[in-house]
């Protein structure tokens, strides 16, 4: 395993002020160890941390997007159901599942299989097999067989593609509507839904128009590619949803070409 | 460097099959000796599939017999169905080892006999374990308790627009009827043309069910913990 340069830089934004040889020895300790807890104080939540993606990305939720961590508390409440779309390895469902209470639902998609299964084993460690429903599944337009391509098939990686190809592994993965799930599976509808798929995120609020419109949907966190705003806001807006909020910045820099946007009804 | 890099060099852990190397990630060592398990399952899979067959692997666990399928017969096109979250990561890791992705699909999916939410337990955690459950009330204390979805194969097929398999490699610990229960459209198409499945001695169900789609037991191989009969259509 090799320490990169960038990567040790980058987590130094994490942790402002502490040397890059710090933060090695911190990773590999972490990785060799396979659990770490993570940053967030509100409650005592582990994750496996054994792979680099882990240790460098998923260890802290709360510095990497304080306002999402600040979303699920502000508007969870008992009997809430979540969707956490593009839930990677499980921090933000961790955490909504770990404060809501006893009648919280998270269903956590996540289609990238070692991604999935590092999550899965989340929700063993933390206990949280009754509130936390993981889904391996994309959520696209239509039903159909579609793929995932990687960019590195560790767990904890992001930013796959769908049906590109030629990176390490195309990933048959099932594609469903958001819209579909309830009637297909008798999945409870959501009513608070965050969005993270790394550039897909028109394409799951267009196979979810209906259930944007239910009127017990009350809130929605999306990562939004600065180059289709416009697309992913039509979709909002024409659900009746406005933009309350919104966030460029992380660790006081502007975060490179996408922002995060929290909508009500 | 060497402090980190002293993960240490495992040597490639091989399947224990001989025409073909097979490469596994370490974490499908348990299945190492799938090949000794079970070489009936591997001389069916040698000799029956021709180019262009597909051979559905329902309970695909780590992929072994899928990927000796996929090596013995290039022009075949394999579909693996395996839920257990860490024996499905391992099967893909499997695939990126071997390169085979572009022959084997690997679907993370219980099949079953209704397309639903359900519950899925584990006996033991681990990718590799068996005898799993699917549905309420399992018959032992699982270690742990996941919902995920089931689905009946033949809406999957039609959903997906999937080939028909004209072989069937079914070894679900105890879901056998419910998942040819959910299967009616594929066991009725003439493109299938046989079957294995791993049964409970003395359970003649099975053979019952599959005896109204015209299939009748040609082979049957019994070890002291399983029984696996294979039907060809009459």
Redesign the interface.
Known sequence: ???RNKRVRSLGRVLPGASPLYH?VMK?FLIRRGVARIDYPGADIRIRSNSEEIVHLRLRPLAKEPWTVEWIEENLRDGDVLYDIGANVGDYALIAAAIGGPATKVVAIEPG??T??SL??N??LNDL?DKV?????VLGEA???GSLSYRD?SAGGAMHTMDGSGG?????V?VFPLDELPS????PGPTLIKLDVDGAEAAVLAGGAETLRRPELRSVLIEIEEDRADEVLGHVERAGLTLRRRFDERYGEQLPGVWYGIFER | ?N???R?RRLEPLLLDYERTRIELHPSSRKRRRSVAKEPYTVAWLEESLRPGDVLYDVGANVGAYSLVAAVAQPEAHVLAFEPG??S??AL??N??LNKL??RV?????ALGAR???ASFEYRH?GPGQAQHHLGDNPPFEPE??????EVRLDDLVE????PHPTHMKVDVDGSELAVLSGADRVLRSETLRELQLEVDPGDRRIEEALAAYGFSAVATNETPQVLNIRFARA
Not at chain 1, 168 to 172: H, V
Request: proline fraction near 6%.
């Open positions: 395993m090799l320490i090695a590999w299989y070692a999935y299964a899965c084993e929700v063993q097999g429903i993981p889904l391996p599944i039903v159909r067989l098939t390490a592994y195309d990933q048959p099932l297909r599976f008798g999945l | 460097m402090l980190f890099s993960r979250f860490e499905y990561a893909c890791q695939l990126v992705g572009g699909t690997a679907l993370p999916v397309s639903q939410l955690l742990f308790e996941q919902r995920l979805i959903l997906l627009g999937l």
